[in-house]
């Protein structure tokens, strides 16, 4: 006896048609939904006010320094010329480090961030900066790199800048942290701002005592 095999979609070329577009229907909007989601992320990534952070690496901690002043600059030239800078998790900061040891990174996302820098003898290093308001101009002097962090030589030369309405420099009341120090915050004149995309200028090669 012969039964006949409607109910089996393998035997109907109906079944398969229904079934290929609803595996279709489930493929595109599978799509769909992770270009959705890829595009909010990224465009989440762009900040409309984005901060520049600036500064000069002074050396790298441990490092052994050379008594002849001419082959120490030589020395920290070629250590300066092998570092690199860049802000984790974000792809549309960009900056570089000159060869006296200054650095420029701009389009940084305000809040909380992190930089990185690779430099030899600390390839793994990071300064963090926390609560720092959009639009801000950041300025980090003389940074030792260590790996997996940083100490600045002289944290009352760290400054943040936001740009203000009058005439002249005024304190804000607010504060950012900085490689884990405590930072006031001004608002500054926009004509004094015109710095905030430019390299800083470390004011030559001092010879700095050496941090373990």
């Not at 609803?22 to 599978?30: I, M, P, Q, Y």
């Not at 002074?58 to 001419?70: C, Q, T």
């Not at 020395?75 to 900056?95: D, I, L, P």
């Amino acid at each position: 006896m012969r039964v006949a095999a409607r109910g089996l979609s393998h035997a109907d070329p109906r079944g398969n048609l229904r079934r290929v577009m609803r595996k279709t229907a489930v493929v595109v909007a599978l799509a769909l939904l992770f270009a959705c989601k890829g595009s909010k992320d990224a465009s989440e990534e762009i900040s409309s006010n984005p901060v520049s952070v600036r500064g000069w690496v002074e050396d790298v901690a441990g490092a052994k320094h050379e008594s002849v002043v001419d082959l120490e600059i030589a020395r920290r030239q070629t250590m300066f010329a092998q570092t690199s800078v860049w802000v984790e998790k974000s792809q549309y900061a960009s900056g570089g480090v000159a060869e006296n040891g200054s650095f420029i990174v701009l389009d940084v996302p305000p809040g909380t961030s992190t930089i990185g820098f690779s430099a030899p003898g600390a390839e793994n290093s990071k300064v963090v900066l926390e609560n720092v308001p959009g639009n801000a101009d950041v300025l980090i002097p003389q940074i030792i790199l260590v790996n997996g962090g940083a100490k600045v030589l002289d944290p009352k030369l760290i400054r943040i800048r936001v740009p203000g309405h009058g005439d002249t420099v005024k304190p804000t009341g607010k504060f950012a942290t900085i490689a884990g120090i405590r930072v006031p915050i001004v608002e500054t004149p926009l004509s004094q701002l015109t710095d905030r995309r430019d390299y800083p200028n470390p004011g030559g090669f001092r010879p700095v005592a050496t941090v373990k």
